[in-house]
C-alpha cells in the first residue's frame, strides 16, 4: 500500500465541502446574473418604450396647437390686410 498523507475521511469531507462552496457560489454568480439582466432587459423596454411614446400628444393637446395655428396664421392675415389698406405715402400714383 502506498503512504497517505491525509486521511480517507478528512478527503471526502474536503471535498464535500468545496463542493458545497461550489454550488453556494454558481447560485450566488447566477442570482447576481440574472438580476443584472433583467434590470438591463427592462430598461432597453423602457427606452424603447420612451423613444416612441415620447414625442406623442393627447388629443385636447393637439386640438390646442391647431387652435393657436389657426389664430396665428389668421392674425398674420389681418395684419397684411391693414398693411394693403392704409397709404404708405402721400404721393400719388
Given at each position: 500500500?502506498?503512504?497517505?498523507?491525509?486521511?480517507?475521511?478528512?478527503?471526502?469531507?474536503?471535498?464535500?465541502?468545496?463542493?458545497?462552496?461550489?454550488?453556494?457560489?454558481?447560485?450566488?454568480?447566477?442570482?447576481?446574473?440574472?438580476?443584472?439582466?433583467?434590470?438591463?432587459?427592462?430598461?432597453?423596454?423602457?427606452?424603447?418604450?420612451?423613444?416612441?411614446?415620447?414625442?406623442?400628444?393627447?388629443?385636447?393637446?393637439?386640438?390646442?396647437?391647431?387652435?393657436?395655428?389657426?389664430?396665428?396664421?389668421?392674425?398674420?392675415?389681418?395684419?397684411?390686410?391693414?398693411?394693403?389698406?392704409?397709404?404708405?405715402?402721400n404721393m400719388?400714383?
Amino acid at each position: 500500500m502506498y503512504p497517505s498523507l491525509v486521511e480517507p475521511s478528512i478527503k471526502y469531507v474536503i471535498h464535500s465541502e468545496l463542493k458545497s462552496c461550489k454550488q453556494d457560489k454558481f447560485y450566488k454568480y447566477s442570482t447576481y446574473l440574472n438580476i443584472g439582466g433583467f434590470i438591463f432587459l427592462s430598461s432597453v423596454i423602457g427606452f424603447i418604450l420612451w423613444l416612441q411614446y415620447k414625442g406623442k400628444q393627447d388629443i385636447k393637446t393637439q386640438m390646442e396647437n391647431e387652435k393657436k395655428k389657426k389664430e396665428y396664421i389668421l392674425s398674420k392675415l389681418n395684419t397684411l390686410q391693414r398693411m394693403n389698406q392704409r397709404a404708405y405715402t402721400n404721393m400719388p400714383i
